[in-house]
């Protein structure tokens, strides 16, 4: 039996769903065990190109078996209409290939509403949250104030938890923000709306998970954004609500007794953040403008241009550790094909003093990055699939990081293609 995650290095959007898309073919099962809808992947496939926010990316693969675990940020209402979405262009979407833990929480109407007064009321303080009420949701999962998708088998005790949930958040929502109550027939046209069309789906994921080891199927896990965005290792506050890292697998998946065998741990060429928060070797004016445009970095769920950088050497390393990676896919090589020499951010400067040690998040703020240059190779590769056909700048670049990480690069993608890829 396999079983391995594949997760994020750095700050998100580094191409996990289309080498989750790729790998799809070696597993039985897909689960996706942390985060909610506030993050996209982007899949290009056969069936079309898909922005995939909360199912996972083995929905595309007939046979597949995509879990959503008790990890994530249930939203009935996003998972619905995402779930219409790729139904509507032919993948279909259906109890056998789409299972929903009964122990996932639901994120409630109130969670988006809190999210965008919380961002209001800090005006220019604000962590730049995309709005999805992710925060809140993971908040009150802790407090023990959400249902469980489980709930909606019983129709009439969940009414009433969620009415007394209801009442409690009235007193914050009017109190604090001044904001609208809820009713409950509100929250009946929710429950009819969308929680209804999802229940089909949801089941005790936990079991079947234990019967697919014994039947020795093979699992992979599947993380959203990446190693900074961690909750407990990542660039607080500027992290998000939930852990991204490999070891929360087990855990956020309904299977806590897996051993991962292998943590695939993807990491993007340049460095590309989305949002507030320190971003040590962020490029800006035309040289950034540049490399947004060839890499087309703008948000998968907001549109939102990201902020830019070369590879970050100090940050990459830190997220390799943090994932305890066993192996690198490295994407977009293709993009930096433009560049006559590649930035390659090395070191940072914290307190007047050179490191390769990723400091402490309140320190982000006053590193420096140190900048070298390598050289680039200058012609497209987005057609060569041997490592030996890359030309020898381009294999020196990822060896150069490979070195610099201390993780071997098994994989490197050179086009958002399922089949633009190079196996090492
Ligand atoms: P994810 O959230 O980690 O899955 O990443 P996103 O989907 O937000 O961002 C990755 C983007 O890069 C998507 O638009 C992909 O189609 C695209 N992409 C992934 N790998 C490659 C690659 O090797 N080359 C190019 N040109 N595009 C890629």
Same mark, same amino acid.
């Given at each position: 039996m396999k079983c391995a995650a594949i997760v994020g290095i750095n700050w998100g959007d580094e191409g996990k769903g289309r080498m989750v898309?790729?790998?799809?073919?070696?597993?039985?099962?897909?689960?996706?065990?942390?985060?909610?809808?506030? =993050? +996209?992947?982007?899949?290009?496939? @056969? *069936?079309? #190109?898909?922005? $995939?926010?909360? %199912?996972?990316?083995?929905i595309f693969r007939e046979g597949v078996v995509n879990i959503l675990g008790n990890g994530v940020a249930l939203d009935p209402e996003n998972l619905w209409k995402e779930m219409s979405e790729v139904t509507a262009k032919g993948v279909p979407v259906t109890p056998d290939?789409?299972?929903?833990?009964?122990?996932?929480?639901?994120?409630?109407?109130?969670?988006?509403?809190?999210?965008?007064?919380?961002?209001?009321?800090?005006?220019?303080?604000?962590?730049?949250?995309?709005?999805?009420?992710?925060?809140?949701?993971?908040?009150?999962?802790?407090?023990?104030?959400?249902?469980? =998708? +489980?709930?909606?088998?019983?129709? @009439? *005790?969940? #009414?009433?938890? $969620?009415?007394? %949930?209801?009442?409690?958040?009235?007193?914050?929502?009017?109190?604090?923000?001044?904001?609208?109550?809820?009713?409950?027939?509100?929250?009946?046209?929710?429950?009819?709306?969308?929680?209804?069309?999802?229940?089909?789906?949801?089941?005790?994921?936990?079991?079947?998970?234990?019967?697919?080891?014994?039947?020795?199927?093979?699992?992979?896990?599947?993380?959203?954004?990446?190693?900074?965005?961690?909750?407990?290792?990542?660039?607080?506050?500027?992290?998000?609500?939930?852990?991204?890292?490999?070891?929360?697998?087990?855990?956020?998946?309904?299977?806590?007794?897996?051993?991962?065998?292998?943590?695939?741990?993807?990491?993007?060429?340049?460095?590309?953040?989305?949002?507030?928060?320190?971003?040590?070797?962020?490029?800006?004016?035309?040289?950034?403008?540049?490399?947004?445009?060839?890499?087309?970095?703008?948000?998968?769920?907001?549109?939102?241009?990201?902020?830019v950088g070369p590879i970050d050497l100090v940050a990459t390393r830190y997220g390799v550790e943090v994932q305890a990676a066993t192996k690198i896919a490295l994407t977009k090589m293709d993009i930096l094909s433009y560049l006559d020499k590649i930035p390659v951010c090395t070191r940072y400067i914290v307190d007047g003093e050179e490191t390769d040690r990723f400091p402490f998040p309140m320190q982000l703020d006053e590193a420096r990055p140190v900048i070298e240059y390598v050289d680039g190779w200058h012609c497209d590769i987005s057609g060569v699939r041997k490592w030996e056909d890359l030309p020898k700048a381009a294999q020196d670049y990822v060896c150069l990081i490979e070195k610099a990480i201390g993780c071997p690069v098994a994989y490197i993608s050179v086009g958002a293609e399922r089949e633009s890829i190079i196996y090492r």
């Open positions: 898309d790729l790998l799809t073919e070696q597993y039985d099962i897909v689960v996706r065990y942390q985060g909610g809808g506030n =993050a +996209g992947h982007t899949v290009i496939n @056969d *069936k079309g #190109k898909f922005a $995939l926010h909360l %199912l996972p990316s083995g290939n789409l299972k929903i833990s009964d122990r996932a929480s639901l994120l409630l109407p109130w969670h988006r509403d809190l999210d965008e007064l919380e961002e209001k009321r800090l005006a220019d303080k604000k962590f730049g949250s995309t709005k999805q009420g992710i925060a809140p949701f993971y908040s009150d999962k802790y407090q023990k104030k959400t249902i469980l =998708a +489980g709930e909606l088998f019983f129709p @009439d *005790k969940m #009414k009433s938890h $969620l009415k007394d %949930l209801m009442e409690w958040k009235n007193l914050i929502l009017t109190g604090v923000y001044g904001a609208e109550p809820y009713t409950m027939e509100k929250l009946e046209q929710w429950i009819d709306e969308f929680c209804a069309k999802i229940r089909p789906f949801v089941c005790d994921t936990g079991s079947f998970l234990k019967e697919a080891v014994k039947e020795g199927k093979s699992i992979l896990f599947e993380a959203q954004l990446g190693s900074l965005r961690d909750l407990d290792y990542g660039i607080y506050p500027y992290t998000t609500s939930s852990n991204t890292t490999a070891a929360y697998a087990p855990i956020g998946s309904g299977l806590p007794s897996a051993r991962l065998s292998d943590v695939i741990g993807v990491v993007k060429a340049y460095s590309t953040c989305v949002g507030e928060g320190p971003f040590v070797c962020e490029m800006f004016g035309e040289e950034a403008d540049k490399l947004r445009e060839e890499g087309f970095e703008y948000g998968a769920k907001t549109g939102r241009p990201r902020r």
